[in-house]
Nanobody, 125 residues
Framework: QVQLVESGGGLVQAGGSLRLSCAAS????????MAWFRQAPGKEREIVAW??????????SYIDSVKGRFTISRDNAKNTVYLQMNSLKPEDTAVYYC????????????????WGQGTQVTVSS
């Protein structure tokens, strides 16, 4: 069983930065794929970034709209995964969720077994 707790959300102006953190319980954290998803009002939950468990986070992937602006990283010693978000845009406004699992299709939320409660990110124009 893995429990995930996100933090770091808030209100920021366009062009600003935020760093989200996701603290995980459980001894097998390093083995799991970790990901950040987001869900804006009236929209489906979408993948943002993924960190591969089998490579201890060396392999990562991003959706095109955040490439070059967001960075996912993990500290396995602290059981924590981060999402550094730079050059934020109003369209990045959403509730951001941390997720964990052993996945095949990294973009598919169904693949992830564990979810945090979410943290709100609001970007003002």
């Amino acid at each position: 069983q893995v429990q995930l707790v996100e933090s770091g959300g808030g209100l920021v102006q366009a062009g600003g930065s935020l760093r989200l953190s996701c603290a995980a319980s459980g001894r097998t954290f390093s083995r799991y794929d970790m990901a950040w998803f987001r869900q804006a009002p009236g929209k489906e939950r979408e993948i943002v970034a993924w960190s591969d468990g089998s490579s201890s986070g060396v392999r990562t992937s991003y959706i095109d709209s955040v490439k070059g602006r967001f960075t996912i990283s993990r500290d396995n010693a602290k059981n924590t995964v981060y999402l550094q978000m730079n050059s934020l845009k109003p369209e990045d406004t959403a509730v951001y969720y941390c997720a964990a699992g052993s996945v095949v299709r990294w973009r598919d939320p169904i693949e992830y077994n564990y979810w945090g409660q979410g943290t709100q990110v609001t970007v003002s124009s």
